[in-house]
């Protein structure tokens, strides 16, 4: 009887050592989207730099392996914080970013067997190298104070530049009388190509003054407001004086 119980564990032991060697090594990756659609591939390790807000999608890539569970754990800390500010508990995570600054993503992936032995991967420590870091750049918005819509392909169109990280955007152009000739949000917020062409409803307005009312907020908790002349200028063309 002594051998037989001694048979049995050593069958279990191998069984164990035969499962455990049998969990590869995860390699969690991450897929960043910005507000443009853009898409980013992260390894564990990498970061990625660019504006607010982004969307990520954070992959454990580990399978389950039969007589283990397994439970994975990412946590989220903000720059200079040693305490995590979100802690999830699913393979996969999803989540906007929208505020400035760096975020350091932590995952832990761990086998549990069936007599509570673990097999784990702490990424972000000294033995499994860095976690993901995702950095958001300190918000900028700009508008100018006249535009030349002559279809000479050179600021046809009234929008406002060096954009970065704005979360919340509201814009609108009207004439000298209070009426509302344009209004645009964030998805044409600084695009290219789009933006006021100087005409309402369809009709060229007259050259002259009008005004842009700006209200939007960044990232990094700056709220513009943005209240200013705007000057409609057909006959001019860049180079000419």
């Known amino acids: 009887m002594k051998k037989f119980f001694i048979f049995i564990s050593l069958l ?4 164990s050592t035969t499962m455990a060697q049998e969990i590869e090594s995860p390699e969690p990756t991450a897929l960043v989207v910005d507000s443009k659609g853009n898409l ?12 607010a807000p982004v969307t990520v999608r954070f992959y454990a890539n580990a399978r389950e392996v039969d007589g283990y569970s397994l439970t994975c754990t990412w946590n989220f800390f903000r720059e200079g914080e040693d305490t995590p500010y979100l802690v999830r508990h699913d393979l996969d995570v999803q989540i906007e970013l929208r505020e400035s600054g760096a975020t350091t993503v932590m995952p832990t992936i761990t086998y549990t067997s069936l007599e509570n032995s673990e097999i784990y991967w702490l990424f972000g420590d000294e033995h499994y190298g860095s976690p993901f870091n995702i950095v958001l750049a300190e918000s900028a918005l ?18 406002v530049f060096n954009v970065k990280s704005i979360v919340e955007f509201h814009g609108a152009i009207y004439n000298r009388w209070g009426q509302e000739l344009y209004r645009w949000g964030i998805d044409e917020m600084g695009v290219e190509g789009t933006g006021w062409d100087g005409k309402y409803k369809g009709n060229p307005v007259s050259d002259g003054v009008y005004f842009v009312v700006i209200r939007a907020k960044g990232a990094d908790g700056i709220e513009y407001e943005i209240n200013r002349d ?3 200028l057909r006959g001019y063309s860049e180079g000419v004086k």
């Open 40 to 51: 980013s591939d992260l390894s564990i390790g990498e970061s990625f730099s660019g504006e």
């Open 142 to 159: 700009e508008a100018p104070n006249a535009f030349s819509p002559n279809g000479d392909g050179i600021n046809d169109f009234y929008n």
């Open 230 to 232: 705007v000057n409609l």
């Open 12 to 15: 279990l032991f191998c069984a």
